[in-house]
């Protein structure tokens, strides 16, 4: 039987919200997704996935990291959420 996950540590709105972030972030950048994608070396498909709304797609510091130095932001920014 599987184990529940704790809803204290359910992050699928932390996520969601860098996802909308990177997209504030990049249009503010003047790039388009391909643009971003390609500098940071995933495909279109895959940044459109974590840019979309109200869809989960986790992605790992190295590319949070990777993201906010081709955006020149601090990686902090990504992480600002709303309350």
């Known amino acids: ?3 529940r996950q704790n809803p204290e540590f359910d992050n699928t709105q ?3 919200e860098v ?3 990177i997209a504030y972030y ?3 950048n003047g790039l388009t997704q391909e643009q971003l994608a390609e500098r ?3 495909s279109r ?3 459109g996935a974590i840019e979309a709304p109200r ?3 986790p992605i ?4 949070l990291f990777n993201i906010s130095t081709v955006l020149g932001i601090d990686p902090s920014k990504l992480l600002a959420f709303r309350e």
Do not use: E, T, W
């Open 1 to 3: 039987m599987a184990a």
């Open 14 to 16: 932390k996520f969601i």
């Open 19 to 21: 996802g909308y972030n």
């Open 26 to 28: 990049r249009k503010h």
């Open 40 to 42: 940071v070396g995933i």
């Open 45 to 47: 498909q895959h940044l």
């Open 55 to 57: 869809i989960c797609r």
């Open 60 to 63: 790992s510091l190295d590319l």
